[in-house]
T-cell receptor
Framework: GEDVEQSLFLSVREGDSSVINCTYTDSSSTYLYWYKQEPGAGLQLLTYIFSNMDMKQDQRLTVLLNKKDKHLSLRIADTQTGDSAIYFCAESTGEGGSYIPTFGRGTSLIVHP | GAVVSQHPSRVICKSGTSVKIECRSLDFQATTMFWYRQFPKQSLMLMATSNEGSKATYEQGVEKDKFLINHASLTLSTLTVTSAHPEDSSFYIC??????????????FGQGTRLTVV
């Protein structure tokens, strides 16, 4: 299987919370990332978490990490239409997360009124 | 955050011709730039790592004679797709990491180039 897996689609109603899930295989991952890609655009780093943390919150974004199960999630509170995009989970190993990240295939988040 | 600009954003070329894509770091010096390729509904696949002043390091399966990378200055890396074929049609994205930085959190992405070979 792939090193980083995530579901391809998620559809939510505006104002609801979105939860995007990701699993990875490398137990030596040190950094885990969430990137956002809007149509025709490059990737924007949304947030990241160190492997020795289990939660990180940044405004509407909450990242949860279950290292035992190698499961990462991104929760977006009060989802807005502007949040519609593709969200990529990524992981990297190496000291300081310096190695090149391995990306999942991306989850298309569709927010409808 | 820092700005990375890619040019062109879209290009259509005839089969057999070559296409050059530029990646510029606008407000910082990037000793390392990364080139990715993205197929529809697929992840980003790293093609090569470009270090200023030295030869690029290509990932396994990427033809270095087909995808020429030049990183001649601290603010510019170019990817040239030579003798393009329809199967080279894809979305190409660059990423630049600031001089002296090692963390991936300090690498910034360009907006990508949509290449269509007809």
């Amino acid at each position: 299987g792939e090193d980083v897996e995530q579901s391809l689609f998620l559809s939510v109603r505006e104002g609801d919370s979105s939860v995007i899930n990701c699993t990875y295989t490398d137990s030596s991952s040190t950094y885990l990332y969430w990137y956002k890609q809007e149509p025709g655009a490059g990737l924007q780093l949304l947030t990241y978490i160190f492997s020795n943390m289990d939660m990180k919150q940044d405004q509407r974004l909450t990242v949860l990490l279950n290292k035992k199960d190698k499961h990462l999630s991104l929760r977006i509170a009060d989802t807005q239409t502007g949040d519609s995009a593709i969200y990529f989970c990524a992981e990297s190993t190496g000291e300081g997360g310096s190695y090149i990240p391995t990306f999942g295939r991306g989850t298309s988040l569709i927010v409808h009124p | 955050g820092a700005v990375v600009s890619q040019h062109p954003s879209r290009v259509i070329c005839k089969s057999g011709t070559s296409v050059k894509i530029e990646c510029r770091s606008l407000d910082f010096q990037a000793t390392t730039m990364f080139w990715y390729r993205q197929f529809p509904k697929q992840s980003l696949m790293l093609m090569a790592t470009s270090n200023e002043g030295s030869k690029a390091t290509y990932e396994q399966g990427v033809e270095k004679d087909k995808f020429l990378i030049n990183h001649a200055s601290l603010t510019l890396s170019t990817l040239t797709v030579t003798s393009a074929h329809p199967e080279d049609s894809s979305f190409y994205i660059c990423s630049a990491r600031q001089q002296g930085r090692m963390l991936n959190t300090e690498a910034f992405f360009g907006q990508g180039t949509r290449l269509t070979v007809v």
